[in-house]
T-cell receptor
Framework: KNEVEQSPQNLTAQEGEFITINCSYSVGISALHWLQQHPGGGIVSLFMLSSGKKKHGRLIATINIQEKHSSLHITASHPRDSAVYIC??????????????FGKGTKLSVKP | DVKVTQSSRYLVKRTGEKVFLECVQDMDHENMFWYRQDPGLGLRLIYFSYDVKMKEKGDIPEGYSVSREKKERFSLILESASTNQTSMYLC?????????????????FGPGTRLTVL
């Protein structure tokens, strides 16, 4: 079983819809990351969080440490949000060198 | 802005060739990483380095080696390329944590190199 699981694997939405992508993990972590990968390969970091909630524009990330679960929400989705969204965690108490464990990603397509 | 660059976006090599993938970062980061990304498998760590001349094996080091002679540059070497090494290769860098190694480690990724081995 993977230590980081994402759902759904694929998601198609209409422009304007509210989108939720889920991430569950089975290990102790020091931080959780949400990454975005556009076609062509480049990956950018959207959020890094260890508790609570963060918001950036139309993106909101939440984490529940007790339940070992995080969600990424996109409000008023737009075709330019189409990308693969990847959840990753820093395992343990921060004593490692920063190694990330990655989920397999959620491919989002937003139709106009 | 942090910039991580990779020497090639696309590369085609033949089986048995020695292949060098270069990664350079301009933010004086201590940590550098090489990943490969394959459909259905996500990103997997090949090697990482937390200092010049230091290297550690990741999850899938077989068939690869690395070199870090300077802080800003981390090279991935395929000694004898094979078809199962056809993949997208991504380099990343991150600073060390303030309270020892990696308490918070946002990683900054390069654009990736899509390698095809024929």
């Amino acid at each position: 079983k993977n230590e980081v699981e994402q759902s759904p694997q694929n998601l198609t939405a209409q422009e304007g819809e509210f989108i939720t992508i889920n991430c569950s993990y089975s290990v102790g972590i020091s931080a959780l990351h949400w990454l975005q990968q556009h076609p062509g390969g480049g990956i950018v970091s959207l959020f890094m969080l260890s508790s609570g909630k963060k918001k950036h524009g139309r993106l909101i990330a939440t984490i529940n440490i007790q339940e070992k679960h995080s969600s990424l929400h996109i409000t008023a989705s737009h075709p330019r949000d189409s990308a693969v969204y990847i959840c990753a965690v820093n395992k343990g108490d921060g004593g490692s060198q920063g190694n990330l464990i990655f989920g397999k990603g959620t491919k989002l397509s937003v139709k106009p | 802005d942090v910039k991580v660059t990779q020497s090639s976006r696309y590369l085609v090599k033949r089986t048995g060739e020695k292949v060098f993938l270069e990664c350079v970062q301009d933010m004086d980061h201590e940590n550098m990483f090489w990943y490969r990304q394959d459909p259905g498998l996500g990103l997997r760590l090949i090697y990482f380095s937390y200092d010049v001349k230091m290297k550690e094996k990741g999850d899938i080091p077989e068939g690869y080696s690395v070199s870090r002679e300077k802080k800003e540059r981390f090279s991935l070497i395929l000694e004898s390329a094979s078809t199962n090494q056809t993949s997208m290769y991504l380099c990343a860098s991150s600073p060390s944590g303030l309270a020892g190694p990696s308490f918070y480690n946002e990683q900054f990724f390069g654009p990736g190199t899509r390698l095809t081995v024929l």
